[in-house]
């Protein structure tokens, strides 16, 4: 069960990384629990600090 967790949760971190790095906003999120919907975030913001250090094009 653990497992299955933390793989949804890292699939949310991924999604909410690739929609930061395609310029989607924050309200894109089609996350409603609070769990899924931070890891999200948090992926996104990742992807606009990396864009923003130069790393993306």
């Known amino acids: 069960m653990k497992r299955q967790k933390r ?3 890292e ?3 991924a999604r909410g990384y690739q929609a930061g790095l395609n310029g989607r906003s ?3 999120c089609p996350y409603q ?3 899924a919907r931070t890891n999200w975030l ?3 913001r990742d992807a606009r600090e990396d864009l923003q250090q130069g790393l993306y094009k």
């Open 33 to 35: 629990g609070t769990d």
């Open 26 to 28: 924050t309200d894109a």
């Open 11 to 13: 699939r949310a971190q």
């Open 42 to 44: 948090g992926g996104w």
């Open 7 to 9: 793989d949804c949760l």
